[in-house]
């Protein structure tokens, strides 16, 4: 039943923020949208953040659950992250203009933009984790912040795609995979190339008689 009721509820924010922008919808709004009291409102969400970000989750869990291609087990990494990404893009179909308001949200706020980010760059994680493609240390880090980037460009594409095959989509996401991949390349090149700095020598106390060099 709570379950049940979260998803009530994220349906309704959605429908909200198809309408208006995220900064103006209120927690009231949204209890009023979904039929729920404010009661079970707070036990559920405590912010309209984090409604998004339960939001994305769903969205993370739809790709994540979903089989990957058997054929793809042995595909180069960009091709397997090209089928993991337009699944997400699948999953986010029904919910075109909740995400066209969000992204209109943060070219108006900075802010907001950032808090979107960080949303962003752990779903990606996730996503690059479906791809097996390694997300730990800072190489990591900067995959999944690389990828970040690649759907903000691929969305700004999709969000007027109106073709049923997504062709243009399917074009800049290929396009933006391939820069990004040469990106990186290049960004593991250069961590090669700086020097290691040895690390320093435990400085060892004179024994008795012993004096320390100048």
Known sequence: MAEAQRDQ?????????AERPFESISLGAVARQASVSLAEMRREFSSTFDILAAFMRKIDNEVLSAAMDPDLAEAPARERLFEVLMR???ALQPHREAVRSLARSARRNPPFALALNSLSLRSQQWMLTKADIETAGLSGCARAQGLVMVMARTLRVWLDDDDPGLARTMATLDRELASGERALNLLGDLCRLVPRWPSPRRRRRPRPGETEAA
């Not at 509820?9 to 923020?17: C, D, E, S, T």
Request: aromatic share 8%; glycine share 0%; net charge neutral.
């Open 9 to 17: 509820i994220i349906q309704a924010f959605l429908a909200l923020l």
């Open 88 to 90: 997400r893009l699948e």
